[in-house]
């Protein structure tokens, strides 16, 4: 059992950084693969990016490539989002999630643990 709990999320103007965060606790953090999605108001959750168990690889959704950044300490059992040039259409919660399956995880049903969100809202 993982439980995840984000935190970072706030009101950012268009073109600023956010950094989230998520703590996750129990054992055998670093046999997961992490990954973080979204959800604005009225659309699906969308995935946004994933770190494997050994931070060694990454993946991106095109919408954020080039702008976030993804990584993690397996000795703090912690997973980070960096958000830069942050635009209002990245306004949603945004979750963490653990992945069991084989790598690439890119959907949700990939990941059997989530958290329970933050918001994050980019002003224009």
């Known amino acids: 059992q993982v439980q995840l709990v984000e935190s970072g999320g706030g009101l950012v103007q268009a073109g600023g950084s956010l950094r989230l965060s998520c703590a996750a606790s129990g054992r055998s953090f670093s046999t997961y693969h992490m990954g973080w999605f979204r959800q604005a108001p009225g659309k699906e959750r969308e995935f946004v990016t994933t770190?494997?168990?050994?931070?060694?690889?990454?993946y991106y959704a095109d919408s954020v490539k080039g702008r976030f950044t993804i990584s993690r300490d397996n000795a703090k059992n912690t997973v980070a989002l960096q958000m830069n040039s942050l635009k209002p259409e990245d306004t949603a919660v945004y979750y963490c999630?653990?992945?069991?399956?084989?790598?690439?995880?890119?959907?949700?049903?990939?990941?059997?643990?989530w958290g329970q969100g933050t918001q994050v809202t980019v002003s224009s």
């Open positions: 770190i494997n168990k050994s931070g060694s690889s990454t």
């Open positions: 999630a653990a992945a069991t399956t084989v790598w690439l995880p890119r959907t949700e049903n990939n990941y059997v643990y």
